[in-house]
């Protein structure tokens, strides 16, 4: 079954260090990608998806991501935190089988200090 | 304001006492679904629904039911709550599906079963 690793649950970091949180997804077929982020006490909003093409993707609030196809891997990336950047962040990719499964990774919850 | 949202907010019920969780979207979105979201776990879907009339199980169905009967309703249903679906839940919708637009996400519902 398809599935999605998270490598860190917990990461804490100081203002303006640079974020990196890892992805990688086991199907090796097509696949489509997304991040997305929950602030405390809020729903999942959307970060950024990769569907096809530049496989560099820019996303809202400064984030971006990186599509390895070797390395079965979607990682985030950005180069100076926030502390307003605190939040759980999730990693999703598309099932081979339906249009409607976005299958999760566990979640990495990030803090920031200021 | 196009948005997915769910009733109630928080809901605490006991073991067996039958209920609802409402969800309704306003962007005549075709595709819906019904997520949990436990620590650890990320969120895993309960249920989808294609369009009207249309629904299929998730990875996590049992103890849930759901039904389509309008195209912007999509209501969770718990005939026999247990401690075990003491969880977060959020509904999503999507325009034609994942693959192309990922989910918009409802702000949750917090279910304590005791």
């Known amino acids: 079954a398809q599935s999605v690793s998270q490598h860190n649950h917990h990461v804490i970091l100081s203002e303006a260090a640079s974020l990196e949180l890892g992805c990688n997804y086991s199907y090796g077929g097509t696949v489509n990608l997304f991040w997305y982020v929950q602030y405390p006490g809020q729903h999942l909003q959307l970060l950024l998806k990769y569907f096809s093409g530049d496989p560099l993707v820019k996303g809202i609030k400064g984030f971006e991501a990186e599509f390895i196809k070797s390395k079965f891997s979607f990682n985030l990336r950005k180069p100076s935190v926030q502390w307003s950047d605190t939040a759980e962040y999730f990693c999703?990719?598309?099932?081979?089988?339906?249009?409607?499964?976005?299958?999760f990774g566990a979640g990495t919850r990030l803090a920031v200090h200021p | 304001e196009a948005q997915v949202t769910q009733n109630p907010r928080y809901l605490i019920t006991v073991t067996g006492k039958k209920l609802t969780v409402t969800c309704s979207q306003n962007m005549n979105h075709e595709y819906m679904s019904w997520y949990r979201q436990d620590p650890g776990l990320g969120l895993r879907q309960i249920y989808y629904s294609m369009n009207v009339e249309v629904t299929d199980k998730g990875d996590v169905p049992e103890g849930y039911k759901v039904s389509r009967k309008e195209k912007r309703n999509f209501p969770l249903i718990l005939e026999s709550p247990s401690p075990n679906q003491t969880s977060l839940y959020f509904c999503a919708s999507s325009l034609q599906g994942v693959r192309s637009y990922g989910y918009t996400f409802g702000s949750g519902t917090r279910l304590t079963v005791v």
């Open positions: 999703a990719v598309t099932s081979s089988g339906g249009y409607n499964k976005l299958i």
